[in-house]
């Protein structure tokens, strides 16, 4: 396919999965898309129970909400056979694609996943000017995810019309739920990332840098946990008889304003943040339920350790101090993680020989959360290199906010790169070796 088809292609399929976003492990009509374009490129993806350690992953959805999007999921794709088999929270893809050549097992991971927003229906914006804005109300793609689908797809497909130069094989992870931590336990815990030897991931934008800015590796992940606290009090008639009742929503209310107030760590990078507050049923009604969704955060594990028992214990005593009980339930987890220099300075001259890119940066600070951690984590438990790349996208607005886009010549261009760096990877150690 000529470079400018190319392009276009996978800039439309980016605007449509932007236009259909779905939320972690609701990912239907994206999971059924995503292998209806690799079984279109002649490869055989697996998908559902088949890549999933059902009990490690976290933060899955109620059954209505599930069902709910499942059932929408069917109605725009008209492939129930296809989305039955994820039905519960599995999906996502994995899909090999074996070189025709001896060589080293890779692995690329690229997320699926939207944010809970309702996007921005000002014309400044692009995806509302142009029409492909979220149809899917309070889901929006605020982070990029649906370029990275494409990319991994545009990868697919370079791969595949190059199996015969390809050395070894390549694993591409199509990971749900990345969004909460959630999502990547459940692939390491299958043993899905076992065998690699090399693997990368990417993220478009975070810094501000334009398109043709690539900078090879990353640090500054945080480590975190996404929890759920439940208070659960007494419901009493607020007039009548109001000293039968044990107020939850105050107990929520004084641990948000406590888990604030946590004294920082001198140790390291900590955050502490209540996303969301939830309960009481009426005015004159003394509220028996409220519920805080929260996550804590540090820059090494001692860190985040410490924020997220100072946080439980917060809550804890705010529920004391009402008379509530306290149930708590953890929704998901990052972890800190470091790149492999080899690998990194590997994609870095992989970079500078691709044109598109103008600048090529040793290493960036994340300063955030990456689910992508387990499955780097694990590569690199079993003797394997791994290094995540921040690619330049000329972000209009921050990531996780109404007004979020990015200039899409980043995805063909990412895609290209990541095809170089597989194929580069092979040849390379079939010349060490020799």
């Given at each position: 396919m000529e470079q400018a088809a190319f392009d276009k292609k996978y800039i439309a399929l980016r605007r449509e999965f932007h236009r259909y976003p779905e939320p972690a492990w609701l990912e239907y009509r994206t999971t059924a898309r995503i292998i209806q374009h690799l079984e279109e490129l002649g490869l055989r993806p697996r998908w559902g129970r088949d890549i999933h350690q059902a009990e490690a992953r976290m933060g899955l959805p109620g059954a209505d909400t599930d069902a709910a999007w499942l059932a929408r999921a069917v109605e725009e794709t008209g492939r129930k056979d296809l989305i039955q088999g994820m039905a519960g929270g599995f999906t996502g893809v994995v899909v090999e694609i074996d070189g025709a050549l001896p060589g080293p097992s890779m692995g690329v991971r690229v997320d699926i996943d939207s944010n809970d927003l309702t996007e921005s229906e000002d014309l400044s914006h692009r995806p509302a000017r142009e029409g492909?804005?979220?149809?899917?109300?309070?889901?929006?793609?605020?982070?990029?995810?649906?370029?990275?689908?494409?990319?991994?797809?545009?990868?697919?497909?370079?791969?595949?019309?190059?199996?015969?130069?390809?050395?070894g094989k390549v694993t591409l992870f199509f990971?749900?739920?990345?969004?909460?931590?959630?999502?990547?336990?459940?692939?390491?815990?299958?043993?899905?990332?076992?065998?690699?030897?090399?693997?990368?991931?990417?993220?478009?934008?975070?810094?501000?840098?334009?398109?043709?800015?690539?900078?090879?590796?990353t640090y500054g992940f945080l480590s975190g946990t996404k929890f759920d606290v439940t208070f659960l009090g007494r419901a009493s008639h607020a007039g009548k008889?109001?000293?039968?009742?044990?107020?939850?929503?105050?107990?929520?209310?004084?641990?948000?304003?406590n888990l604030l107030a946590i004294p920082r760590s001198g140790k390291g990078v900590s955050?502490?943040?209540?996303?969301?507050?939830?309960?009481?049923?009426?005015?004159?009604?003394?509220?028996?339920?409220?519920?805080?969704?929260?996550?804590?955060?540090?820059?090494?594990?001692?860190?985040?350790?410490?924020?997220?028992?100072?946080?439980?214990?917060?809550?804890?005593?705010?529920?004391?101090m009402y008379q509530c009980r306290m149930e708590q339930e953890i929704r998901g987890r990052s972890m800190t993680v470091a790149c492999d220099p080899e690998l990194a300075e590997f994609a870095a001259r992989r970079a500078r020989e691709l044109p598109g890119i103008r600048e090529v940066v040793a290493a960036s600070d994340m300063g955030a959360g990456e689910n992508v951690t387990f499955m780097m984590d694990r590569v690199?438990?079993?003797?394997?290199?791994?290094?995540?790349?921040?690619?330049?996208?000329?972000?209009?607005a921050p990531h996780h906010s109404r007004a979020f886009d990015f200039d899409e010549a980043v995805i063909p261009l990412a895609a290209r790169l990541f095809a170089g760096i597989a194929l580069g990877l092979g040849e390379t150690e079939r010349e060490d070796k020799g």
């Amino acid at each position: 396919m000529e470079q400018a088809a190319f392009d276009k292609k996978y800039i439309a399929l980016r605007r449509e999965f932007h236009r259909y976003p779905e939320p972690a492990w609701l990912e239907y009509r994206t999971t059924a898309r995503i292998i209806q374009h690799l079984e279109e490129l002649g490869l055989r993806p697996r998908w559902g129970r088949d890549i999933h350690q059902a009990e490690a992953r976290m933060g899955l959805p109620g059954a209505d909400t599930d069902a709910a999007w499942l059932a929408r999921a069917v109605e725009e794709t008209g492939r129930k056979d296809l989305i039955q088999g994820m039905a519960g929270g599995f999906t996502g893809v994995v899909v090999e694609i074996d070189g025709a050549l001896p060589g080293p097992s890779m692995g690329v991971r690229v997320d699926i996943d939207s944010n809970d927003l309702t996007e921005s229906e000002d014309l400044s914006h692009r995806p509302a000017r142009e029409g492909f804005a979220s149809c899917h109300p309070g889901a929006m793609h605020a982070c990029g995810h649906d370029g990275h689908i494409a990319i991994g797809l545009g990868l697919a497909e370079l791969l595949a019309g190059s199996r015969d130069r390809l050395r070894g094989k390549v694993t591409l992870f199509f990971q749900a739920a990345e969004e909460g931590g959630r999502g990547a336990q459940s692939l390491v815990a299958r043993g899905l990332l076992d065998h690699i030897r090399w693997f990368w991931s990417g993220h478009i934008g975070i810094n501000d840098a334009p398109v043709g800015t690539v900078s090879a590796s990353t640090y500054g992940f945080l480590s975190g946990t996404k929890f759920d606290v439940t208070f659960l009090g007494r419901a009493s008639h607020a007039g009548k008889a109001p000293e039968e009742g044990h107020n939850a929503l105050a107990a929520a209310s004084n641990a948000v304003l406590n888990l604030l107030a946590i004294p920082r760590s001198g140790k390291g990078v900590s955050r502490v943040n209540v996303g969301m507050m939830e309960g009481g049923s009426g005015r004159n009604v003394i509220p028996d339920y409220a519920r805080i969704c929260a996550e804590a955060r540090g820059g090494n594990q001692e860190v985040s350790d410490y924020m997220l028992e100072s946080a439980l214990r917060v809550c804890r005593a705010a529920a004391d101090m009402y008379q509530c009980r306290m149930e708590q339930e953890i929704r998901g987890r990052s972890m800190t993680v470091a790149c492999d220099p080899e690998l990194a300075e590997f994609a870095a001259r992989r970079a500078r020989e691709l044109p598109g890119i103008r600048e090529v940066v040793a290493a960036s600070d994340m300063g955030a959360g990456e689910n992508v951690t387990f499955m780097m984590d694990r590569v690199q438990k079993r003797g394997g290199k791994a290094t995540f790349l921040l690619l330049g996208g000329g972000i209009t607005a921050p990531h996780h906010s109404r007004a979020f886009d990015f200039d899409e010549a980043v995805i063909p261009l990412a895609a290209r790169l990541f095809a170089g760096i597989a194929l580069g990877l092979g040849e390379t150690e079939r010349e060490d070796k020799g």
